[in-house]
């Protein structure tokens, strides 16, 4: 009988959040993996998620969690600040590792995530979950095939109805840039890797950092202050195939008009993908066009998920594949080092003004 994974999730609420909405769901209903444990910021929180999600045992710390002997594969949740240290000690502990994106808050953090788990033998995962999308596999297939023949160029347009003037206290931290964690670094980030993902490296790029909304209304009382992070992208670069990749990323978009689309023209055909969510286009589910008509996509063992849980499963269905001894194309803290680097230097291109290159960006 192949083996169930226990699994403990660092940041699951049971008043609400992502991983209450994804990583709950996915390791719930998928096959081979066991919901064993919660952790939160506090006991009582930590009871209330337990009890909520029917789960036998409960930490006030992350870092109690990781370092359980009952846990086989810890789920890290929590805000960018906090990755490092309790993805340290659960590698130090010998567990398999999830860890959201981004990993970590700088190229430094992520290369020593990396490392240790390098060095540990254990596998890791990061929550760049497009990569595992059915929808966004086929397309990478088609291309690869020759399906649409010699790709042109490649637009995309990623929305989401997050980093708008109105900034709930929960959310503020998302406006210190040292925090890594903003609308460049997350869903910039997740719409350039799905877009590198199926159409190839990029070979060089040019990045216009701007704020939609340069004033912001803080936390609860609506302070007004100046937004020092940013609320849109634009990026034009060359692919290593020679063609064209064009992005827009918008924040503070209106919740029921978050639209995702991602064309890919090539000499003898074109492809669509396109999704959206409220929280942005790695929340939801992709659909899949090659010349105007709909494709059928296969969601196998991901077809009962929620919307928000589908992505997130695929991750855990091939990290579980993987340990377990399979094969699988796991996108691990490897791919996040290199990622990082990448949106590190797209940031750098926005304040210089200059186009960026680099061998150590995502390969594929």
Known sequence: MAKTIRVGIIGA???????????????????G????????????????????????????????????????????????????????AAIAAGKHVYCEWPLGKDVAEAEEMAAAARRAGVLTAVGLQLRANPAAKKARELIASGTIGRLLSVSTYSSTAGFGPDVPEQFLYLEEPANFANLVTIQGAHTIDLAVAVAGPLKDL??????????????????????????????????????????????????????????????????????????????????????????????????????????????????????????????????????????TDLLASSETGTRNTSPDWPTG
């Open 13 to 31: 609420s049971a008043q609400g959040g992502w991983a209450r909405e994804s990583h709950v769901p996915a390791v719930t209903d998928l096959e």
């Open 33 to 88: 993996l066991d919901f064993i444990a919660v952790a939160t910021n506090s006991q009582a929180t930590a009871d209330a998620a337990a009890r909520a999600f029917g789960v036998p045992s409960a930490f006030a710390s992350g870092l109690d969690l990781a370092r359980s002997a009952d846990v086989d594969l810890v789920a890290v949740c929590t805000r960018v600040p906090d990755h490092r240290d309790i993805v340290l």
């Open 206 to 343: 040019n990045a216009l950092t701007t704020r939609q909304y340069p004033q912001i209304a803080a936390g609860a009382e609506g302070e007004r202050r100046p937004r020092v992070t940013y609320d849109h992208l634009l990026l034009q670069g060359r692919l290593a195939a020679g063609s064209a990749l064009s992005v827009e990323v918008a924040g503070g978009r209106p919740p029921e008009d978050t639209p995702f689309s991602l064309r890919l023209v090539g000499d003898r055909g074109v492809i669509d993908l396109d999704g959206g969510a409220m929280r942005g286009l790695q929340s939801g589910r992709l659909g899949l066009a090659l010349n105007g008509a709909r494709q059928a996509i296969d969601e196998g063992e991901l077809a009962p998920l929620p919307d928000a849980a589908a992505n997130v499963g695929g991750v855990y269905a091939g990290l579980r594949d993987a340990i377990r001894g399979g094969s699988s194309g796991v996108t691990d803290f490897d791919h996040a080092v290199r990622l990082t680097r990448l949106v």
